[in-house]
C-alpha cells in the first residue's frame, strides 16, 4: 500500500471529485439542503439500493416533511410507509431519534459527531454521510461501497468483516477528504462505488482513479475486498393461515400483530408458525394419505400452539423470504374458524379495502397480494 494515504488527495481525491461533478446522478435527497431530509434518506439508503429508495423517499417527505411530522406519527402510518423496504428498526429507531432531536436540541439536527452520534440508530456510517452532506463537516462515511473502492485502489487485503479493518478504513477516508468538500467528497466516493467500481465486473475503462489505482494493477480488482462469507440464513419451514370469515366476518380475514419486540416488530400478519423439522419430514414421506395427516398435523399445532381451532383446511401458495439470519419457506393454507372467539387482542378481521392501513412484511403483502 502506497504510505498510508500520502499523495492520496492529488492521486485519488481531486480526480475523483472532477469526475463527480461531471457524473453525479441528479436524486433527489441531493437537491435538498435540509439535514433531516438527507438523513432521512441516508437511512433508508442503508441496505437497500438506490432505485428502490426513490419513491419511498417522496412518499415520506410529503408525508412527513418536518420533524415535528415525523415525531408525531403513528407507527403504524409510519411503516406503512417504509413496508417493503424491510429492516423495520431503521424507520423506528428513526422516529425515536428524531423526537429526541426535537426534545434536546429545539428541532434541529445537530451538526457535532458526538450528539448526532449518539441518537438512536445512528452509526458512524450515518451519522458520517449526514454530517458531510448536510453540513460538510470532515467526517468520513464509509459504507460497502466505500469499503470496495478503497480496498481495490490501497490494496488492502485484510477482512471488511472485521472491525479493524473498517476502522482503519475509516481513518483513511478521513485523510482523503479534502478541505471544504466533505459532502461531495463522500458522495463522489458511494457514487463511484455505485457506478463504475461495481462489485463482480469494475469499468476501470470509465475509471477516473485507475492510474493509480494498486488494486488494478496487480490484477486484484475482481476479488478484492476480501470479507469473509456471512453464515447463510437458516431455513424455517412455516405454516401460515388465510382464515376467510363467514356470516358476519363475510369478505372479511384474519390477522393479527406481532410481538412488540424482536423480528417484524408490531407489523401485521396472517398467522403463522414454525413446523419442525420432524413434521416437515413426517409430511414429505410418499405415503398416499400424507396431504391429509399433513392438513390434520396442521390443524392440531394450530390448536395447541396458538388457540386456533381451524377447519376446511387446504394447502394453497407458497413463498419465501429470506431475511439476514432466517429465510422463511412459508406455505399457506385457507381454512375456516371454528370458534368465534380469537385467541387474543392481537387478532383482528379486516376487509380488502383496509390491507391499506396496516403495514405487513414484504412476504405477506405478496401473498395477500395474490389471494385478494
Ligand atoms: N448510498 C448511500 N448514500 C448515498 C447517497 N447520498 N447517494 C447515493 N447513494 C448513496
Redesign the pocket.
Known amino acids: 500500500m502506497m504510505d498510508q494515504v500520502s499523495g492520496g488527495q492529488a492521486r485519488f481525491s481531486m480526480p475523483l471529485l472532477g469526475w463527480y461533478e461531471l457524473n453525479r ?1 441528479d ?1 433527489p ?2 437537491r435538498s439542503r435540509n439535514p433531516y431530509h438527507i438523513w432521512v ?2 437511512v433508508m ?2 441496505q437497500t439500493r ?1 432505485d428502490t429508495v426513490i419513491p419511498y423517499y417522496h412518499r415520506f417527505i410529503d408525508r412527513f416533511p418536518t420533524i415535528e411530522a415525523l415525531s408525531e406519527a403513528e407507527e403504524d402510518e409510519l411503516l406503512k410507509l417504509w413496508e417493503g423496504l424491510g429492516y423495520y428498526s431503521r424507520a423506528r429507531n428513526l422516529q425515536t431519534a428524531v423526537r429526541e432531536v426535537r426534545e434536546q436540541y429545539g428541532s434541529r439536527v445537530p451538526d457535532d459527531p458526538a450528539s448526532f452520534g449518539s441518537l438512536k440508530g445512528v452509526g458512524p456510517y450515518t451519522a458520517g ?1 449526514v454530517l458531510s ?1 448536510a453540513y460538510n463537516k470532515p467526517e468520513p ?1 464509509v ?1 460497502g ?1 466505500v469499503l470496495r473502492v478503497l480496498s481495490r485502489f490501497f490494496l488492502i487485503e485484510d477482512d471488511i468483516m472485521k472491525s479493524g479493518t473498517r476502522k482503519r478504513m475509516e481513518q483513511i477516508a478521513r485523510e482523503l477528504i479534502p478541505d471544504g468538500r466533505a459532502g461531495d467528497f463522500n ?1 463522489a466516493l ?2 463511484l462505488g ?1 457506478i463504475v467500481c461495481t462489485p463482480k465486473s469494475p469499468n476501470c475503462t470509465g475509471c477516473p482513479v485507475a492510474e493509480h489505482c494498486e488494486g488494478r494493477q496487480a490484477g486484484k480488482q475482481a476479488v478484492l475486498p476480501v470479507k469473509t462469507k456471512a453464515k447463510p440464513p437458516r431455513p424455517e419451514s412455516r405454516a401460515a393461515l388465510f382464515i376467510a370469515g363467514t356470516g358476519e366476518r363475510e369478505g372479511q380475514f384474519l390477522i393479527r400483530q406481532r410481538p412488540a419486540e424482536g423480528l417484524l416488530a408490531r407489523m401485521w400478519e396472517l398467522p403463522h408458525l414454525e413446523l419442525s423439522a420432524e413434521a416437515v419430514k413426517a409430511s414429505t414421506g410418499a405415503e398416499e394419505d400424507g396431504a391429509q395427516l399433513e392438513l390434520e398435523r396442521v390443524g392440531r399445532l394450530f390448536a395447541a400452539e396458538q388457540g386456533l381451532a381451524v377447519a376446511e383446511l387446504s394447502p394453497s401458495l407458497r413463498a419465501e423470504h429470506v431475511f439476514s439470519h432466517i429465510r422463511w419457506d412459508m406455505q399457506v393454507y385457507t381454512g375456516r374458524l371454528r370458534s368465534v372467539e380469537l385467541p387474543g387482542p392481537e387478532y383482528r378481521w379486516i376487509s380488502s379495502d383496509e390491507l391499506d392501513t396496516y403495514p405487513f412484511p414484504n412476504i405477506f403483502v405478496r401473498i395477500l397480494g395474490e389471494l385478494q
Request: aromatic share 6%.
Open positions: 446522478r436524486l435527497w441531493r434518506s441516508e439508503l442503508q438506490v454521510a452532506i462515511a459504507d461501497n458522495q458511494m457514487e455505485a
